[in-house]
């Protein structure tokens, strides 16, 4: 899957601790997988239809606008 493999592709993810925002989110599934590898960082799911972060929101996101 692409995701899986965007995150292989950047190995740094484990060492952010400030704040990863993921611009246009949709369902949320990328944020999940993102937030999995950047543990550390406060991840924010963004997504201009406010269905999408909701539905983000509701897979566990906490931080879905």
């Not at 493999?5 to 949709?26: A, K, M, N, S």
């Not at 993102?34 to 931080?63: F, K, P, Y």
Request: charged content about 15%; overall charge positive; proline content about 3%.
């Amino acid at each position: 899957m692409t995701a899986r493999r965007l995150l292989q592709l950047t190995p740094v993810l484990p060492y952010i601790r400030g704040t990863v925002i993921d611009l246009g989110c949709g369902t949320g599934f990328f944020t999940q997988l993102l937030a999995s590898h950047a543990a550390e960082a406060t991840v924010i799911a963004i997504d201009r239809a406010m269905g999408m972060a909701a539905t983000a929101g509701r897979r566990g996101i906490r931080r879905a606008v």
